[in-house]
């Protein structure tokens, strides 16, 4: 399908108030979309379902599914377009929050700190906020192609169901990739802003939020695996932002090859959590004073089949390449996301808080990753 009957089918399937998700994979160049053709609210029950998962953070709450059974799929190649300019981010968003929750989000992190160096409540939790802004953007398809021509090597979606909203994001971050057997997931913490280079320095406290996040994906995933390999850390990119990032690889044991199970072993990370993640997700739940909803949940491909083309003698392309068909979920940590209501868009940011943070630079840390959003809007 080309570019412009694509995003047409898309606009016309929101406008008849129909659930839909069109989204990207990191560094792709396809545009998918997944148009239900009823607007029945379908949830998750075991994982074995097959379609695209909506999770929200709090494992309590329903996880939505649109069905790929009951659903269209629809594919184009996107070719960027002038809707963005590759403005610097001061140039195009500015720090509007009030004193009050600037002096609400201070003292939340200055309670977290406490609980972590006084108490021993844990180790890390991460602190977030919501920021309501008028958008002059009246059609969130415009948002979304904004997202795609700002974040390349993101997992950029618009996601729409009538019962619960609109919601957009670009997120650096997978929760986990499993085809056939192989499982691969990432950990993904610190932050700092891109200055035209990757070649930075971290401190200790990123290095060590980082650390918490792997080795809390090892303890987690590590029974369910085999021949777990873990990768050496890297600067990642993404958008105007730097991150510390740790690629984790391993085999799913036979008779534990349920998914389900791996999910809720990953999820809420402590690079959206914390750790021990019961304490801390107690700890969000009961002090931050807002509902995150599906910001920090996950989103993707669940359980879709897909041909993977391979050739295992790069001198022989034509007669050693072929293709098999494996079953292949793919899912992402919803960060860097926005909820769009009613020409308002309300961004969702947070921070890992370590007994080595200071107030006062996590709040700077949020607005640095609101104005990323915010140049865009």
Known sequence: MNQDSFFSTIIKHYNKKLPFVVYRKPNAISVKGLLQNNNELYKIE??????????PFNTEDDSILIPLEYSEAIVTKYTSGELYSN?????KGSENTSEVIKDFHINLVDK??????EDNAFKKVVISRKEAIKSSEGNPINLFKKLLDSYKTAFVYCWYHPNIGL???ATPETLLKVQGNQLSTMALAGTQRYNGTTDVIWQDKERTEQQFVTDFIIDYVK???????????ETLKAGNLL?????????????????????LALHPTPAVCGM????AKQFILDNENYNREFYTGFLGELNIKEHITRNNNRRNV???AYNTLKTVTNLFVNLRCMQYKNNETILYVGGGITKDSIPEKEWEETVNKTLTIKSIL
């Open 276 to 279: 021990p993640k019961t304490k």
């Open 46 to 55: 075991d994982f074995t379902e097959s379609g695209f998962v909506f999770a």
């Open 243 to 263: 991150h510390l990032k740790t690629e984790l690889r391993g085999l799913l044991e036979k008779g534990n090859n349920n998914l389900k199970n791996i999910v």
């Open 167 to 169: 919601w957009l994001g």
């Open 112 to 117: 977290a700190v406490k609980a972590i160096d």
């Open 318 to 320: 034509e007669n050693n």
């Open 223 to 233: 029974p369910l695996v085999s021949s777990l390999s873990i990768g050496k850390t």
């Open 87 to 91: 403005a610097s981010e001061d140039e």
